[in-house]
Protein backbone atom coordinates (compact mmCIF):
# COMPACT_ATOMS: atom_id res chain seq x y z
CA UNK A 1 0.00 0.00 0.00
CA UNK A 2 1.19 3.35 -0.61
CA UNK A 3 -0.32 6.98 0.31
CA UNK A 4 -0.33 9.36 -2.93
CA UNK A 5 1.30 12.01 -0.75
CA UNK A 6 -0.13 14.81 -3.14
CA UNK A 7 -1.20 17.80 -1.23
CA UNK A 8 -4.22 20.06 -1.85
CA UNK A 9 -3.18 23.94 -2.38
CA UNK A 10 -5.66 27.01 -1.56
CA UNK A 11 -4.42 29.18 -3.67
CA UNK A 12 -2.51 28.89 -7.34
CA UNK A 13 0.77 31.12 -7.87
CA UNK A 14 2.75 32.02 -11.26
CA UNK A 15 4.84 29.55 -12.70
CA UNK A 16 8.14 31.01 -11.03
CA UNK A 17 7.43 31.31 -7.33
CA UNK A 18 9.81 33.17 -5.02
CA UNK A 19 9.75 30.96 -1.87
CA UNK A 20 11.56 32.02 1.26
CA UNK A 21 14.09 29.14 2.94
CA UNK A 22 15.10 28.81 6.33
CA UNK A 23 18.19 25.97 6.57
CA UNK A 24 17.83 25.82 10.57
CA UNK A 25 20.14 23.80 13.07
CA UNK A 26 21.67 20.65 13.86
CA UNK A 27 21.00 18.61 10.59
CA UNK A 28 18.89 21.51 8.95
CA UNK A 29 22.00 23.06 6.74
CA UNK A 30 22.31 19.38 5.41
CA UNK A 31 18.72 17.86 4.44
CA UNK A 32 17.70 21.50 3.26
CA UNK A 33 21.12 21.03 0.70
CA UNK A 34 20.29 17.86 -0.28
CA UNK A 35 16.50 18.80 -0.75
CA UNK A 36 17.31 22.05 -2.50
CA UNK A 37 19.70 20.27 -4.72
CA UNK A 38 16.65 17.18 -5.79
CA UNK A 39 14.02 19.77 -6.19
CA UNK A 40 16.41 22.25 -8.46
CA UNK A 41 17.53 19.23 -10.30
CA UNK A 42 14.02 18.55 -11.28
CA UNK A 43 13.23 21.35 -12.79
CA UNK A 44 11.49 23.36 -9.86
CA UNK A 45 10.70 27.04 -11.25
CA UNK A 46 11.43 28.51 -7.75
CA UNK A 47 13.56 31.41 -7.05
CA UNK A 48 14.56 31.30 -3.60
CA UNK A 49 15.27 33.68 -0.61
CA UNK A 50 16.93 32.86 2.34
CA UNK A 51 16.44 33.86 6.02
CA UNK A 52 18.18 33.32 8.97
CA UNK A 53 16.47 31.75 12.07
CA UNK A 54 16.41 29.64 15.21
CA UNK A 55 19.23 28.89 17.74
CA UNK A 56 21.76 31.48 16.53
CA UNK A 57 19.38 34.09 16.45
CA UNK A 58 17.67 32.87 19.66
CA UNK A 59 21.49 33.31 21.32
CA UNK A 60 22.20 36.55 19.89
CA UNK A 61 19.79 37.90 22.03
CA UNK A 62 16.52 37.69 20.09
CA UNK A 63 13.71 35.52 22.37
CA UNK A 64 11.73 35.28 19.44
CA UNK A 65 14.88 33.64 16.87
CA UNK A 66 13.53 35.57 13.93
CA UNK A 67 14.85 39.03 13.01
CA UNK A 68 11.57 41.19 12.06
CA UNK A 69 12.66 41.45 8.35
CA UNK A 70 12.81 38.13 7.80
CA UNK A 71 9.17 38.25 8.99
CA UNK A 72 8.82 40.42 6.28
CA UNK A 73 10.00 38.23 3.76
CA UNK A 74 8.53 35.22 4.85
CA UNK A 75 5.01 37.49 4.57
CA UNK A 76 5.67 38.90 1.23
CA UNK A 77 6.95 35.54 -0.18
CA UNK A 78 3.83 33.35 1.30
CA UNK A 79 5.13 29.89 0.88
CA UNK A 80 8.06 29.20 3.42
CA UNK A 81 10.14 25.68 3.29
CA UNK A 82 11.98 25.53 6.61
CA UNK A 83 14.68 23.15 8.23
CA UNK A 84 14.10 22.06 11.81
CA UNK A 85 15.22 24.61 14.14
CA UNK A 86 16.60 24.12 17.78
CA UNK A 87 15.30 26.15 20.31
CA UNK A 88 17.60 26.65 23.60
CA UNK A 89 17.09 25.02 26.82
CA UNK A 90 15.66 27.35 29.58
CA UNK A 91 13.36 30.12 29.98
CA UNK A 92 12.84 32.93 28.02
CA UNK A 93 13.20 31.61 24.26
CA UNK A 94 9.48 31.23 22.83
CA UNK A 95 8.80 28.70 20.41
CA UNK A 96 9.80 29.92 16.75
CA UNK A 97 7.19 27.05 15.05
CA UNK A 98 4.69 27.22 17.69
CA UNK A 99 4.97 31.45 16.74
CA UNK A 100 5.40 30.97 12.99
CA UNK A 101 2.25 28.67 12.53
CA UNK A 102 0.14 31.00 14.60
CA UNK A 103 1.12 34.52 13.52
CA UNK A 104 0.65 33.21 9.54
CA UNK A 105 -2.81 31.87 10.43
CA UNK A 106 -1.23 28.01 9.26
CA UNK A 107 -4.56 26.36 10.69
CA UNK A 108 -3.75 23.20 9.10
CA UNK A 109 -1.17 21.00 9.76
CA UNK A 110 -1.31 17.90 6.97
CA UNK A 111 0.92 15.14 8.10
CA UNK A 112 0.88 11.91 5.89
CA UNK A 113 2.19 8.32 7.25
CA UNK A 114 2.82 5.50 4.82
CA UNK A 115 4.85 2.33 4.57
CA UNK A 116 6.76 1.62 2.29
CA UNK A 117 6.96 -1.98 2.46
CA UNK A 118 8.71 -4.20 1.89
CA UNK A 119 11.81 -1.12 1.24
CA UNK A 120 11.76 0.13 4.51
CA UNK A 121 11.31 -2.57 7.61
CA UNK A 122 8.21 -2.23 9.45
CA UNK A 123 5.69 -4.03 11.40
CA UNK A 124 2.92 -2.25 9.59
CA UNK A 125 3.68 -2.76 5.84
CA UNK A 126 -0.12 -1.85 5.09
CA UNK A 127 0.19 1.77 6.29
CA UNK A 128 -1.73 4.85 4.48
CA UNK A 129 -2.99 7.41 6.59
CA UNK A 130 -3.25 10.84 6.77
CA UNK A 131 -2.97 13.07 9.86
CA UNK A 132 -4.76 16.31 10.15
CA UNK A 133 -3.74 17.95 12.99
CA UNK A 134 -5.10 21.24 14.23
CA UNK A 135 -2.75 24.40 14.66
CA UNK A 136 -2.91 27.12 16.72
CA UNK A 137 -5.20 26.27 19.38
CA UNK A 138 -5.49 24.10 22.46
CA UNK A 139 -3.09 24.12 24.91
CA UNK A 140 -0.54 25.45 22.40
CA UNK A 141 -1.74 29.07 22.79
CA UNK A 142 0.71 28.93 25.90
CA UNK A 143 -1.20 30.88 28.66
CA UNK A 144 -0.08 29.54 31.50
CA UNK A 145 0.56 30.79 34.78
CA UNK A 146 1.28 29.91 38.60
CA UNK A 147 -0.90 31.04 40.92
CA UNK A 148 -0.24 29.42 43.94
CA UNK A 149 3.09 28.02 45.81
CA UNK A 150 1.82 24.22 44.59
CA UNK A 151 -0.02 24.88 41.34
CA UNK A 152 0.56 26.26 37.89
CA UNK A 153 -2.42 26.02 35.12
CA UNK A 154 -2.07 26.10 31.24
CA UNK A 155 -5.20 27.23 29.70
CA UNK A 156 -6.98 24.78 26.85
CA UNK A 157 -8.35 26.79 24.14
CA UNK A 158 -10.88 25.21 21.64
CA UNK A 159 -13.15 27.43 19.43
CA UNK A 160 -15.71 27.01 17.19
CA UNK A 161 -14.24 28.49 14.15
CA UNK A 162 -10.71 26.42 15.01
CA UNK A 163 -13.01 23.25 14.99
CA UNK A 164 -15.10 23.93 11.66
CA UNK A 165 -11.87 25.10 9.48
CA UNK A 166 -9.95 22.24 10.42
CA UNK A 167 -12.94 19.52 10.15
CA UNK A 168 -13.88 20.72 7.00
CA UNK A 169 -10.43 20.86 5.52
CA UNK A 170 -10.19 17.06 6.71
CA UNK A 171 -13.30 16.10 4.98
CA UNK A 172 -12.82 18.25 2.01
CA UNK A 173 -9.14 16.67 1.55
CA UNK A 174 -10.70 13.18 1.98
CA UNK A 175 -12.98 14.08 -0.70
CA UNK A 176 -10.29 15.35 -3.06
CA UNK A 177 -7.91 12.35 -2.75
CA UNK A 178 -11.31 9.41 -2.58
CA UNK A 179 -10.32 8.66 1.33
CA UNK A 180 -12.68 6.69 2.84
CA UNK A 181 -13.28 7.96 6.13
CA UNK A 182 -12.60 10.44 8.44
CA UNK A 183 -11.37 9.45 12.18
CA UNK A 184 -12.18 11.96 14.93
CA UNK A 185 -9.98 11.07 18.22
CA UNK A 186 -10.63 13.08 21.33
CA UNK A 187 -11.17 13.23 25.30
CA UNK A 188 -14.45 14.43 25.70
CA UNK A 189 -15.70 11.84 28.30
CA UNK A 190 -13.20 13.76 30.38
CA UNK A 191 -13.02 17.32 28.64
CA UNK A 192 -16.71 18.25 28.20
CA UNK A 193 -16.26 21.29 27.01
CA UNK A 194 -13.38 21.67 24.77
CA UNK A 195 -13.09 18.01 23.63
CA UNK A 196 -16.64 18.14 23.59
CA UNK A 197 -16.87 20.75 20.73
CA UNK A 198 -14.56 19.50 18.68
CA UNK A 199 -16.24 16.21 18.80
CA UNK A 200 -19.59 18.29 18.22
CA UNK A 201 -18.24 20.11 15.02
CA UNK A 202 -16.95 16.52 13.49
CA UNK A 203 -20.80 15.25 13.85
CA UNK A 204 -21.73 18.69 12.21
CA UNK A 205 -19.72 18.38 9.63
CA UNK A 206 -19.52 14.77 8.55
CA UNK A 207 -23.11 15.09 8.11
CA UNK A 208 -22.60 17.26 5.10
CA UNK A 209 -20.30 14.19 3.48
CA UNK A 210 -22.81 11.17 3.44
CA UNK A 211 -20.47 9.40 0.90
CA UNK A 212 -17.40 9.62 3.34
CA UNK A 213 -17.79 6.78 6.85
CA UNK A 214 -16.95 8.91 10.25
CA UNK A 215 -16.00 7.68 13.52
CA UNK A 216 -14.36 8.75 17.00
CA UNK A 217 -12.54 7.28 19.23
CA UNK A 218 -11.77 8.27 22.59
CA UNK A 219 -7.60 9.18 22.35
CA UNK A 220 -6.54 6.64 24.25
CA UNK A 221 -7.59 3.66 22.62
CA UNK A 222 -7.87 5.36 19.77
CA UNK A 223 -3.87 5.91 20.04
CA UNK A 224 -3.50 2.52 21.20
CA UNK A 225 -5.14 0.84 17.57
CA UNK A 226 -3.62 3.60 15.95
CA UNK A 227 0.20 1.52 17.27
CA UNK A 228 -1.28 -1.74 16.74
CA UNK A 229 -3.26 -1.58 13.68
CA UNK A 230 -2.71 1.72 11.76
CA UNK A 231 -4.42 0.22 8.44
CA UNK A 232 -7.74 0.43 9.51
CA UNK A 233 -7.34 4.34 9.63
CA UNK A 234 -7.57 6.78 6.91
CA UNK A 235 -7.68 10.40 7.39
CA UNK A 236 -7.66 11.32 11.20
CA UNK A 237 -8.58 14.39 12.08
CA UNK A 238 -6.96 15.30 15.81
CA UNK A 239 -6.44 19.23 18.14
CA UNK A 240 -3.24 20.24 18.75
CA UNK A 241 -1.48 18.05 21.21
CA UNK A 242 -2.86 14.54 20.31
CA UNK A 243 -2.09 15.31 16.64
CA UNK A 244 1.58 16.50 17.67
CA UNK A 245 1.98 13.24 19.29
CA UNK A 246 0.26 11.05 17.26
CA UNK A 247 1.79 11.95 14.07
CA UNK A 248 4.91 10.98 15.41
CA UNK A 249 4.23 7.99 16.23
CA UNK A 250 2.67 7.49 13.24
CA UNK A 251 5.36 8.50 11.22
CA UNK A 252 7.60 6.13 13.39
CA UNK A 253 5.91 2.87 12.89
CA UNK A 254 6.15 3.58 9.02
CA UNK A 255 9.75 2.78 9.68
CA UNK A 256 11.53 6.39 10.20
CA UNK A 257 10.38 9.70 11.89
CA UNK A 258 13.38 10.91 9.42
CA UNK A 259 10.81 9.90 6.26
CA UNK A 260 7.79 12.10 6.92
CA UNK A 261 7.26 16.12 6.01
CA UNK A 262 4.47 18.30 6.75
CA UNK A 263 2.79 21.13 5.35
CA UNK A 264 1.31 24.19 7.31
CA UNK A 265 -1.61 25.38 5.26
CA UNK A 266 -3.21 28.74 6.09
CA UNK A 267 -5.71 30.85 4.19
CA UNK A 268 -2.87 33.05 2.92
CA UNK A 269 0.75 31.50 3.82
CA UNK A 270 2.33 27.93 4.16
CA UNK A 271 4.87 26.69 5.84
CA UNK A 272 6.81 22.78 5.01
CA UNK A 273 9.25 20.85 6.36
CA UNK A 274 10.24 17.77 7.79
CA UNK A 275 8.48 16.41 10.94
CA UNK A 276 11.56 15.21 13.15
CA UNK A 277 13.79 17.90 14.68
CA UNK A 278 17.22 19.06 14.64
CA UNK A 279 18.64 15.88 15.49
CA UNK A 280 22.04 17.72 16.79
CA UNK A 281 23.04 14.05 18.13
CA UNK A 282 23.35 13.38 14.21
CA UNK A 283 24.69 17.03 13.04
CA UNK A 284 27.32 17.66 10.55
CA UNK A 285 27.91 13.58 9.96
CA UNK A 286 26.44 13.27 6.63
CA UNK A 287 23.96 10.93 7.96
CA UNK A 288 20.75 12.61 8.14
CA UNK A 289 17.85 11.38 5.88
CA UNK A 290 16.84 14.35 3.92
CA UNK A 291 13.53 12.37 3.15
CA UNK A 292 11.23 14.10 5.64
CA UNK A 293 11.99 17.56 4.54
CA UNK A 294 12.07 16.42 0.49
CA UNK A 295 8.46 14.99 1.67
CA UNK A 296 7.78 18.32 2.68
CA UNK A 297 8.95 20.16 -0.40
CA UNK A 298 7.01 17.48 -2.60
CA UNK A 299 3.53 19.05 -0.77
CA UNK A 300 4.87 22.69 -1.44
CA UNK A 301 5.50 21.79 -5.26
CA UNK A 302 2.12 20.44 -5.60
CA UNK A 303 0.87 23.46 -3.37
CA UNK A 304 2.33 25.78 -6.07
CA UNK A 305 0.66 24.09 -8.85
CA UNK A 306 3.83 22.33 -9.97
CA UNK A 307 2.57 19.11 -9.69
CA UNK A 308 4.73 17.83 -12.80
CA UNK A 309 7.85 18.43 -10.78
CA UNK A 310 6.85 16.97 -7.80
CA UNK A 311 5.46 13.68 -9.25
CA UNK A 312 8.80 13.14 -11.00
CA UNK A 313 10.69 13.75 -7.53
CA UNK A 314 8.08 11.44 -5.68
CA UNK A 315 8.50 8.93 -8.45
CA UNK A 316 12.44 8.89 -8.52
CA UNK A 317 12.49 9.30 -3.88
CA UNK A 318 10.41 5.67 -4.36
CA UNK A 319 12.62 4.16 -6.74
CA UNK A 320 15.88 5.14 -4.90
CA UNK A 321 14.27 3.49 -1.81
CA UNK A 322 13.24 0.39 -4.04
CA UNK A 323 16.59 -0.02 -5.31
CA UNK A 324 17.76 -0.57 -1.95
CA UNK A 325 20.02 2.67 -1.07
CA UNK A 326 19.59 3.99 1.77
CA UNK A 327 20.45 6.28 4.66
CA UNK A 328 21.41 4.50 8.52
CA UNK A 329 18.80 5.22 9.95
CA UNK A 330 16.24 2.85 7.79
CA UNK A 331 19.50 0.59 6.49
CA UNK A 332 18.62 -3.01 7.70
CA UNK A 333 20.60 -5.39 6.62
CA UNK A 334 19.02 -8.05 4.20
CA UNK A 335 16.15 -5.34 2.93
CA UNK A 336 18.79 -2.52 2.18
CA UNK A 337 21.65 -2.66 -0.43
CA UNK A 338 23.80 0.63 -0.20
CA UNK A 339 24.07 2.66 2.80
CA UNK A 340 25.06 6.09 1.82
CA UNK A 341 25.03 9.26 3.63
CA UNK A 342 22.89 12.57 3.13
CA UNK A 343 24.97 13.83 -0.18
CA UNK A 344 24.81 10.45 -1.80
CA UNK A 345 21.21 9.68 -1.22
CA UNK A 346 20.12 13.09 -2.38
CA UNK A 347 22.91 12.09 -5.70
CA UNK A 348 20.71 8.98 -6.45
CA UNK A 349 17.36 10.41 -6.13
CA UNK A 350 18.68 12.85 -8.79
CA UNK A 351 20.16 10.06 -11.31
CA UNK A 352 16.87 8.39 -11.16
CA UNK A 353 14.56 11.11 -11.83
CA UNK A 354 12.52 10.63 -14.84
CA UNK A 355 12.48 6.80 -13.31
CA UNK A 356 9.58 5.03 -11.63
CA UNK A 357 9.46 2.46 -9.03
CA UNK A 358 8.46 -0.94 -10.35
CA UNK A 359 6.99 -2.76 -7.06
CA UNK A 360 5.64 0.51 -4.89
CA UNK A 361 3.08 2.48 -6.69
CA UNK A 362 4.25 5.06 -9.17
CA UNK A 363 2.45 8.47 -8.18
CA UNK A 364 0.20 10.50 -10.42
CA UNK A 365 -0.30 14.24 -9.35
CA UNK A 366 -2.99 16.24 -11.07
CA UNK A 367 -2.71 20.02 -10.73
CA UNK A 368 -6.17 21.01 -9.64
CA UNK A 369 -5.83 20.28 -6.08
CA UNK A 370 -7.04 23.76 -4.82
CA UNK A 371 -9.38 23.28 -1.60
CA UNK A 372 -11.70 26.41 -1.24
CA UNK A 373 -13.04 26.33 2.11
CA UNK A 374 -15.78 28.90 2.68
CA UNK A 375 -15.06 31.62 5.07
CA UNK A 376 -16.27 31.27 8.63
CA UNK A 377 -19.60 32.69 9.36
CA UNK A 378 -19.72 33.79 12.66
CA UNK A 379 -23.28 32.36 14.17
CA UNK A 380 -26.14 34.19 15.50
CA UNK A 381 -25.24 34.77 19.40
CA UNK A 382 -26.94 32.96 21.95
CA UNK A 383 -28.39 34.23 25.18
CA UNK A 384 -25.77 34.26 28.17
CA UNK A 385 -27.00 33.93 31.28
CA UNK A 386 -24.63 34.53 35.11
CA UNK A 387 -25.46 31.59 36.79
CA UNK A 388 -22.40 31.93 39.01
CA UNK A 389 -19.01 32.36 39.85
CA UNK A 390 -15.65 30.35 41.13
CA UNK A 391 -13.79 32.29 42.97
CA UNK A 392 -9.87 30.69 43.22
CA UNK A 393 -7.93 30.46 46.46
CA UNK A 394 -4.68 30.21 47.43
CA UNK A 395 -4.86 28.71 51.13
CA UNK A 396 -2.11 26.71 52.75
CA UNK A 397 -4.50 24.90 55.13
CA UNK A 398 -5.86 21.21 54.89
CA UNK A 399 -8.92 21.33 56.12
CA UNK A 400 -12.13 21.63 53.51
CA UNK A 401 -14.81 22.39 56.64
CA UNK A 402 -12.66 25.19 57.83
CA UNK A 403 -11.93 26.51 54.18
CA UNK A 404 -15.50 26.24 53.88
CA UNK A 405 -16.47 28.70 56.82
CA UNK A 406 -14.01 31.70 56.37
CA UNK A 407 -15.25 31.65 52.51
CA UNK A 408 -18.75 31.56 53.61
CA UNK A 409 -18.43 35.08 55.22
CA UNK A 410 -18.16 36.17 51.68
CA UNK A 411 -21.67 35.20 50.73
CA UNK A 412 -24.14 37.99 50.16
CA UNK A 413 -27.97 38.33 50.68
CA UNK A 414 -28.05 37.06 46.47
CA UNK A 415 -25.01 34.30 45.90
CA UNK A 416 -23.75 31.35 48.31
CA UNK A 417 -21.34 28.67 47.90
CA UNK A 418 -22.47 25.83 46.65
CA UNK A 419 -19.16 23.48 46.74
CA UNK A 420 -15.30 23.36 47.01
CA UNK A 421 -13.40 21.34 44.92
CA UNK A 422 -9.14 21.08 44.93
CA UNK A 423 -7.97 20.18 41.27
CA UNK A 424 -11.63 19.89 40.47
CA UNK A 425 -12.25 16.99 43.04
CA UNK A 426 -15.64 17.83 45.37
CA UNK A 427 -13.93 18.52 48.90
CA UNK A 428 -16.93 20.49 50.39
CA UNK A 429 -19.55 19.59 51.39
CA UNK A 430 -19.20 15.88 51.88
CA UNK A 431 -15.96 15.27 50.74
CA UNK A 432 -13.58 12.11 51.72
CA UNK A 433 -10.86 12.37 54.09
CA UNK A 434 -8.34 10.15 51.83
CA UNK A 435 -8.82 13.29 49.17
CA UNK A 436 -5.18 14.53 48.49
CA UNK A 437 -5.56 18.51 48.63
CA UNK A 438 -3.09 21.32 47.42
CA UNK A 439 -2.96 24.68 48.22
CA UNK A 440 -5.34 25.42 45.26
CA UNK A 441 -9.06 25.81 46.09
CA UNK A 442 -11.73 26.58 43.87
CA UNK A 443 -14.82 28.36 45.60
CA UNK A 444 -18.40 27.81 43.84
CA UNK A 445 -20.65 31.08 44.34
CA UNK A 446 -24.13 30.14 42.63
CA UNK A 447 -27.45 32.78 42.54
CA UNK A 448 -29.65 32.16 45.30
CA UNK A 449 -32.74 30.46 44.29
CA UNK A 450 -31.74 29.95 40.53
CA UNK A 451 -31.44 33.00 39.51
CA UNK A 452 -29.13 35.44 38.13
CA UNK A 453 -26.26 36.73 39.03
CA UNK A 454 -24.96 40.33 38.33
CA UNK A 455 -20.99 41.50 37.57
CA UNK A 456 -21.31 44.02 41.04
CA UNK A 457 -22.15 40.41 43.00
CA UNK A 458 -18.59 39.09 41.77
CA UNK A 459 -17.33 42.85 42.37
CA UNK A 460 -18.66 42.81 45.83
CA UNK A 461 -17.25 39.06 46.33
CA UNK A 462 -13.67 40.14 45.81
CA UNK A 463 -13.85 43.25 47.85
CA UNK A 464 -15.17 41.41 50.79
CA UNK A 465 -12.27 38.51 50.20
CA UNK A 466 -9.59 41.56 50.69
CA UNK A 467 -11.38 42.48 53.64
CA UNK A 468 -11.24 39.05 55.15
CA UNK A 469 -7.81 38.31 53.83
CA UNK A 470 -8.56 35.79 51.33
CA UNK A 471 -6.40 35.48 48.96
CA UNK A 472 -8.09 35.23 45.98
CA UNK A 473 -6.02 34.18 42.91
CA UNK A 474 -8.80 34.24 39.72
CA UNK A 475 -12.35 34.32 39.12
CA UNK A 476 -14.10 32.15 36.52
CA UNK A 477 -17.54 33.48 35.51
CA UNK A 478 -19.96 30.48 35.09
CA UNK A 479 -22.60 31.11 32.09
CA UNK A 480 -25.30 29.28 30.76
CA UNK A 481 -25.95 29.94 26.60
CA UNK A 482 -29.31 29.72 25.69
CA UNK A 483 -30.60 28.10 28.79
CA UNK A 484 -27.74 25.18 29.08
CA UNK A 485 -25.08 25.39 31.71
CA UNK A 486 -21.73 26.05 30.35
CA UNK A 487 -19.44 24.96 32.96
CA UNK A 488 -18.15 21.47 34.52
CA UNK A 489 -19.39 20.07 37.43
CA UNK A 490 -17.44 19.23 40.06
CA UNK A 491 -16.11 15.68 40.02
CA UNK A 492 -18.09 13.82 42.30
CA UNK A 493 -20.93 16.15 42.59
P1 LIG B 1 14.67 14.97 16.83
O1 LIG B 1 13.52 14.70 15.93
O2 LIG B 1 15.59 16.04 16.42
O3 LIG B 1 15.52 13.62 17.02
C1 LIG B 1 14.97 12.43 17.57
C2 LIG B 1 15.80 11.22 17.11
O4 LIG B 1 15.53 10.96 15.73
C3 LIG B 1 17.30 11.44 17.23
O5 LIG B 1 17.91 10.23 17.59
C4 LIG B 1 17.73 11.81 15.82
O6 LIG B 1 19.05 11.47 15.51
C5 LIG B 1 16.73 11.02 14.96
N1 LIG B 1 16.43 11.74 13.73
C6 LIG B 1 15.68 12.85 13.59
N2 LIG B 1 15.64 13.24 12.32
C7 LIG B 1 16.39 12.35 11.63
C8 LIG B 1 16.73 12.24 10.25
N3 LIG B 1 16.31 13.12 9.34
N4 LIG B 1 17.53 11.23 9.90
C9 LIG B 1 17.96 10.33 10.79
N5 LIG B 1 17.66 10.38 12.11
C10 LIG B 1 16.89 11.39 12.52
O7 LIG B 1 14.07 15.28 18.28
P2 LIG B 1 14.77 15.86 19.59
O8 LIG B 1 16.12 15.24 19.73
O9 LIG B 1 13.77 15.68 20.65
O10 LIG B 1 14.92 17.41 19.35
C11 LIG B 1 16.12 18.04 18.95
C12 LIG B 1 15.86 19.52 18.75
O11 LIG B 1 14.94 19.71 17.68
C13 LIG B 1 15.26 20.24 19.97
O12 LIG B 1 15.91 21.48 20.13
C14 LIG B 1 13.82 20.48 19.57
O13 LIG B 1 13.28 21.64 20.18
C15 LIG B 1 13.94 20.65 18.08
N6 LIG B 1 12.72 20.36 17.30
C16 LIG B 1 12.49 21.15 16.25
C17 LIG B 1 11.40 20.90 15.43
C18 LIG B 1 11.18 21.82 14.26
O14 LIG B 1 11.94 22.72 14.05
N7 LIG B 1 10.10 21.61 13.50
C19 LIG B 1 10.55 19.82 15.70
C20 LIG B 1 10.84 18.99 16.79
C21 LIG B 1 11.95 19.25 17.59
Given at each position: ??L??QF?GIK?????????V?????I?PE???????????????I?????EI?E?VFL??????I?????E??????????????????????????????????Y????????L?????????I??I??????E??????I???Q??E?V????L???????????????????????????F????I???????????F?E????????QNE????????A?????PE????IVM??????I???????????V????????????????A???????????????????????????????????????????????E??????D????????Q???T???????????G??????K??T???????????Y?????????????????????????????????????????????????K????????TF???H?????????G????????????????E???????????Y??????????????
Amino acid sequence: MYLNPQFCGIKKYRSMTRITVAKGDGIGPEIMDATLSIIMAAGAKIEIDEIEIGEKVFLAGNTAGIAPESWEIIRTNKVFLKSPITTPQGGGYKSLNVSTRKFLGLYANIRPCMSLHPFVKTKHPIMDILIVRENEEDLYAGIEHQQTDEVVQCLKLISRPGCEKIIRYAFEYAKQQNRKKVTCFTKDNIMKQTDGLFRKVFNEIAAEYPNIQNEHWIIDIGAAKLADTPEVFDVIVMPNLYGDILSDVAAQITGSVGLAGSANIGEECSMFEAIHGSAPDIAAKNIANPSGLLQGAIMMLNHIGQADVAERIQNAWLKTLEDGTHTPDIFKEGTSKQKVGTAEFAAAVIANLGQKPSVLKAVTYSDNLAIELPKYKRKEPATKTLEGVDLFVHWGGSDPNELAKKIKLLESSGIYLSMITNRGIKVWPDGFRETFCTDHWRCRFKAKNGEQMYKTDIIELLEKAIEEDIDAIKTENLYAFNGTAAYSLGQGQ
